[in-house]
């Protein structure tokens, strides 16, 4: 049939350009995964060299030294994608190729002009075996560790277009040279070439195969590996959840202790005072006097603790602060008045050392429960001490146009391993409460624009909290 072999020519060409159109999705995949794009410009070289091959017959003979370019450009760079499988392709390797070409488009020219037809068909069938070969070399080395089908189904088609080139060149050598084109060589031949050019199409069928085959592994994988991460995560949010419980419940029942610790004094004097007086009124020795001082001591007591429990639901609750001028010597005296029965019977000297002259703008019952906290923990540092003077002084006095109050004691002093916690919530090493009464001082005194610090006495012992608040204006 006359333009038969034409025809195939266009329909191949068509068949090449509907893979590479209908595989750009997948390659811009495949790129973003694995850069290795050599596949889809081989699409490229082969449409267009199966194009001229069918146009060639219309336009001019001169257009076939092109279509054969084109079309080993498309064997050259199928090579180059089963290389880059195996390992990155150099520059120089490309280099090497693209001359390769040009020498092949010369060659192939001069053959145009003063060859045969036969000359022609063994140049080319040389230049497709060394293709061919290096293909199937670079695809048994990757199937080697690789077990991907699609590449063993390709290596097999290179297989065979091998074989279909020896069976054309024993085909050729048995056929006289009377031919002019490839439009006229006998059916036997075109039969061999139309069979090559099938395989070859199968071929980019099987790296298409193959990319997909490769990204659905790759997506499965990802999948699974999500799976996994989501399960982590949600482990990880129930562990955080169940610690933040343990953690509440924890700091709950410190905090309780705490508060509890900072009420024991004044409800235990208050108890002391009622049972005291039961007990003058049952041996008939109850005085007026007596009574009256009892009474007033009493009512301390219970306005100090709904002071306590007053300054903490302020605290707490951030309420606005109701200062007043304060005389920091008066508020000395009344702080150590409340314990100064304590003092006596753990035989501790109180030692003051005042400026009279000092006056702050604070809530006082902030201030007292500030002092009334490191006294009380002075008198506790003391009171394990044996054979050992126990002195508390308490010294007022400006310094640097700021009020500084320092209440020492000559007990053991603070350990190294919690001066850096010292003033954080909680974190008091006693079983007792005490994790809430340094850092409630530091936490009022923060709110009067003031600060509190602590440093050791000397060598021997001792503790030294430090108290600096603005002096009020006069």
């Not at 495949?30 to 001229?52: C, D, K, R, T």
């Not at 008045?337 to 006056?359: F, P, R, T």
Request: hydrophobic share 45%.
């Amino acid at each position: 049939m006359q333009h038969a072999n034409e025809v195939f020519f266009f329909v191949y060409s068509l068949l090449s350009w509907g893979l590479f159109f209908s595989s750009r999705p997948l390659y811009k995949s495949s790129m973003a995964q694995e850069p290795n794009g050599y596949w889809i410009y081989s699409l490229v070289f082969v449409g267009i060299g199966y194009f001229l091959f069918g146009a060639a017959s219309f336009v001019s003979a001169g257009l076939i030294t092109w279509a054969n370019m084109f079309y080993m450009a498309g064997n050259v760079s199928l090579g180059l994608f089963c290389r880059a499988l195996n390992c990155r392709v150099g520059a120089r390797i490309k280099l090497s190729l693209l001359f390769a070409l040009l020498l092949f488009g010369v060659v192939f020219e001069v053959l145009m002009r003063s060859g045969t037809f036969n000359e022609r068909v063994m140049f080319v069938t040389v230049f497709s075996t060394a293709c061919y070969v290096w293909q199937w070399f670079e695809l048994r080395t990757c199937v080697a560790h690789s077990d991907s089908s699609q590449l063993k189904f390709l290596s097999f088609l290179t297989l065979i277009k091998l074989l279909l080139i020896v069976a054309r060149v024993a085909f050729l050598l048995k056929t006289p040279d009377s031919n002019v084109h490839v439009y006229d060589e006998p059916f036997t031949g075109s039969l061999i070439r139309w069979s090559m050019l099938v395989f070859s199409t199968l071929g980019y069928v099987a790296v298409i195969g193959y990319w997909t085959e490769k990204l659905s592994y790759d997506n499965e994988s990802t999948l699974s590996e999500n799976v996994k991460i989501t399960k982590l995560l949600t482990e990880r949010e129930n562990l955080i959840s169940s610690l933040l419980k343990a953690n509440k419940t924890a700091a709950s029942e410190a905090l309780s202790a705490s508060i509890a610790h900072e009420l024991n004094q004044p409800i235990s004097a208050t108890l002391l005072n009622a049972q005291f007086l039961t007990m003058l009124q049952d041996a008939g020795k109850l005085d007026q006097k007596t009574s009256a001082d009892v009474i007033r001591q009493i009512e301390f007591d219970a306005k100090r603790s709904g002071a306590i429990i007053g300054t903490l639901r302020s605290i707490f609750t951030n309420d606005v602060v109701e200062s007043e001028s304060l005389n920091v010597a008066e508020l000395i005296h009344s702080s150590t008045q409340i314990y100064k029965a304590e003092l006596l019977s753990n035989k501790i000297q109180l030692s003051l050392n005042l400026d009279g002259d000092i006056s702050i703008i604070a809530h006082k019952g902030q201030m007292l429960q500030v002092l009334l906290n490191l006294i009380n923990n002075a008198i506790q540092s003391l009171n394990g001490e044996v054979g050992k003077s126990k002195k508390i002084t308490i010294s007022s006095y400006i310094e640097g146009g700021y009020c500084t109050i320092d209440v020492e004691d000559t007990g053991p002093g603070v350990g190294d391993d919690v001066k850096s916690q010292l003033f954080e919530l909680l974190s008091g090493s006693k079983s007792d409460g005490m994790g809430l009464g340094l850092w409630l001082c530091s936490h009022i005194l923060g709110r009067h624009a003031g600060k509190i610090s602590y440093s050791d006495v000397g060598e021997e012992g001792g503790a030294r909290f430090t108290i600096t608040l603005p002096i009020a204006s006069s």
